[in-house]
Structure formats: C-alpha cells, structure tokens
C-alpha cells in the first residue's frame, strides 16, 4: 500500500471538464501529500503544463474542444513533456479506449468512479517508475 512519504510532493495535474471529478481527485491527491493543479480542459491545460511541468497527469478522455486522446498526444509529442506519466481517465471501460490511449502515448489507464486506493495505486506505479 502507498504510504505518504511516496508520493509526497509529487505535482499533479487533473485535467476533466467534470467540476465534481476534479475536485474529488484535488482533495484525494493533496490530502495524500501532492500538489495539485486543475483545468478544465485540453486548452486550459496546455499553459498550465509549462508552467508547473507537472510529474504526473490525470486526462479525462471525453472533453469539449480538446479531447483527452489529443491532448495526451500534444504533451507526448512535445520533447520536453514526453516522459511525464500521462493517466487517462473514462467513464467506458472498453478495450477500444484503452488501445487508443496507448496509441497515443498514455502511461495507463483509470477507469471512473475511481477511488482514493485507485487514485494512489497510478501514482504508486509513477513512483516506481522514476526510482
């Protein structure tokens, strides 16, 4: 199980047009030692991905005007971005979305409603990765 001291201090960015996902996933996080940002959207995203250079990314897939597919491809196509851990997140469970967020570079995939165990077991395998 995660303890606090792994994922202490980790940047994250939750990025879903639902406000009540975000929310739930900001106070998840913090409470669990991260520090959290939101967006609303692919767009609104993009600014705040170089301003925090965040660790880790939660994209929701269905999104207006930029969708979770395209925008995990902008920041897997960006050198500078490229290895950041990308989580998709969807309220299907399909084969068909989980092969196209691979197709685009995603890291994994969470399926929604997630809870906290879900939420910090993605961030659990980030950790793992960057040791």
Not at 7 to 30: C, F, P, W, Y
Not at 50 to 72: A, E, H, N, S
Request: charged share 30%; aromatic share 6%; hydrophobic share 40%.
């Amino acid at each position: 199980m995660v303890n606090k001291m792994d994922v202490q201090g980790l940047k994250v960015l939750v990025i879903d047009d639902s406000n009540t996902i975000r929310r739930t996933a900001e106070t998840l996080l913090e409470k669990a030692g991260c520090a959290v940002a939101t967006a609303s959207d692919g767009f609104d995203s993009l600014a705040k991905i170089v301003d925090i250079k965040p660790d880790v990314i939660f994209i929701d897939i269905m999104m207006p005007r930029l969708d979770g597919y395209q925008t995990c491809a902008l920041i897997k196509n960006n050198a500078d971005y490229k290895s950041t851990s990308v989580i998709m997140l969807s309220s299907k469970d399909g084969l068909f979305d989980k092969a196209k967020g691979r197709i685009v570079g995603a890291d994994d995939y969470l399926t929604k409603p997630f809870g906290r165990a879900e939420l910090l077991q993605a961030l659990e395998k980030y950790v793992e990765k960057e040791v």
